[in-house]
């Protein structure tokens, strides 16, 4: 028990000076051109380092923003612009999945067409089961990158039994409780398992999570690119590893809303029943948008 909590501390320890030595020599993990750079990189993408940086920059980043308070709330106004942009902007996708099943209805239902081809001069073509199987790739999309913006925009299914009933207090109090015990391990969990899974994908030899580092670094002479372009039919889609990214960005997306929810949770306990919803940025439509509009015209009248 002792050797275990000596290790905390020291990890807790060394995590500044990890930061610090990341941020000062990016060339060690950001210079992809050399083999060594790229290993360091796929090792501290899911490393103990990483993961201490992570929990002490979370901790310190929390203390200060107690200590001042305009600090916490521009961090949340930050984190949940990310999720509203990246949200709105990936939404579109849903708008390229219908167009392109049309697409794909007509080409092979009216036309007889057996592939699909855009662009001019060298077209981008491909065999109409293809793009068919592409449409998945465009549901993953919604789904690892929108999640973040539902949950701003309070749009997930839930069912309530107890929330709606009980004190704004005892409603921050289960916010927070939500996100340290469930949203941050969660995120954590799918982040370990992703960012090798990810990785085995592109670069082979392929590296195993049980790796040391110098082992990585060894085994770096032989790295080579070799991105996984295998498909589950003759002519079906084959960027699979596509999926496989947007695993870890899922992932990411959820950490940073985990976070961005308990500091409003934390700042929404501390000021009272009145901070509860500010500055978050939702969208409104439908009937809603036309309550508002009303009451300002009601009101400017």
Known sequence: MVDQFLWVLQNFALAPYHLFVAITNPQLWLAWGDREALARFMYYGASVELFFVFLTSFLVLTAVGLWRPGFMWGSVRVLERVANTVGR???WTGLVMVLQQIVIVFMQRVFAASEISLGFGAAFSFDVSWWAESLKLH?????CLCVAYTFVQDGHVRVDLVYSAVSHRAKRII?????IVFMIPMGVIIWLYG???MWRSLVV?????SS???RMLMQSRALRWNVETIGFSPNGFNAYFLFKILIVAFALMVLMQAVSFFWRSLMELREGEESAGRYRDRDVLGDEAETIAHDIHSGAT
């Open 89 to 91: 902007v990936m939404a």
């Open 139 to 143: 549901n993953a999309i919604i789904i």
């Open 175 to 179: 916010d927070m409780l939500g996100c």
């Open 195 to 197: 960012w090798f899974f």
């Open 205 to 209: 030899p392929n590296p195993a999570a």
């Open 212 to 214: 040391t580092l110098d």
